[in-house]
């Protein structure tokens, strides 16, 4: 696999949820799992059958990032953006990782989000 230089303006957040996505005027909804997220998009994994998005194409996505606001740590930000899928690249002969860009940004910075939460929760426990 070959290795791009990372030029992101904010870090990732790491992450292994479910995301929803389709590509197709039927608005066929598929599932993949995340493997990270930041404002401006995100990349996931997913089969490669016939919704397996490609490089330029059109896709709309589903999927949730942890609460820092409330305590409760199955709190969840939930999210539907389009974008355009940037990367397309090969894992194994039956998986790829789809690297998507939205149209428009989230209003959180994921990471940030993720970090707020467990310094929350840290400062919670040692009281």
Not at 87 to 115: G, H, M, N, W
Request: charged share 25%; net charge positive; aromatic share 6%.
């Amino acid at each position: 696999m070959k290795r791009v230089k990372n030029e992101r303006k904010e870090r990732r957040l790491l992450c292994q949820w479910f995301v929803l996505f389709s590509v197709d005027s039927n608005q066929t909804v598929s599932e993949g799992q995340m493997v990270d997220v930041a404002s401006g998009g995100l990349a996931f994994r997913c089969g490669t059958g016939d919704h397996c998005p490609r490089v330029g194409q059109k896709i709309l996505t589903q999927f949730s990032i942890p609460c820092s606001e409330v305590n409760d740590s199955s709190s969840m930000l939930s999210f539907t953006r389009t974008g355009h899928v940037l990367r397309v690249e090969t894992i194994d002969p039956c998986l790829r990782q789809i690297a998507v860009e939205f149209d428009q940004p989230l209003f959180v910075k994921p990471s940030e989000e993720a970090k707020s939460k467990s310094e929350s929760q840290a400062s919670s426990i040692s009281k």
